[in-house]
């Protein structure tokens, strides 16, 4: 089995670090995809403004995301994986048998345990998702890294490392002077 561990820490008031750890408890070294995922809320399917923002793959392992109201956004993942995109709409053929054209929010799981062509052909859509296909040797580990930022970057994750370790440092901080009166190890993780 995996333990899946996700870390998030602020470089900036917009500017989101992401870990992912992602440990093999297994006595072999074992496969698995992970599959981070970056979608818009569906507004546009039941009210009255139809307005449908989209993201797109800008480069290897660089999703762009853009929003009338929120603007740009970039989400940039460490080693370029693949990236698989469709649309946040319910696939009405599967649970209503009210088949319509299309891919569907399903639709990237479909294609990753299915082998089915349910992504779009143009890797842009309402809903995306990072692939990294992933093993990990018995007993190991593997860390995925992402930031998403308003701004692009040219070396994203230059100062990754740095940012996480401070905030982890200010958090550190903060709960040790909030749990000072408490002895317990196990308390204090409550």
Known sequence: ????????????????????????????????????????????????????????????????????????????????????????ETNSGRLYNFRQPGTFKDGINDHVINGSASINKIPKGTKGALNYDLTIPAGKSSVIRLRLTPGFLTDPFNDFNLLHKQRLAEADEFFDDLQKGIKSNDDKNI
Not at 50 to 60: G, Q
């Open 1 to 88: 089995y995996f333990d899946v561990f996700i870390e998030y820490a602020k470089a900036d008031e917009n500017d989101l670090l992401i870990s992912v750890s992602v440990y093999n408890r297994g006595p072999q070294a074992a496969s698995l995809h992970v599959l981070p995922h970056v979608w818009f809320r569906n507004t546009w399917a039941w009210g009255d403004d139809t307005y449908k923002p989209e993201m797109y793959r800008d480069d290897d392992g660089v999703i762009k995301i853009s929003h009338r109201d929120l603007g740009s956004y970039y989400l940039f993942a460490e080693g370029k994986p693949g990236s698989f995109f469709c649309e946040n």
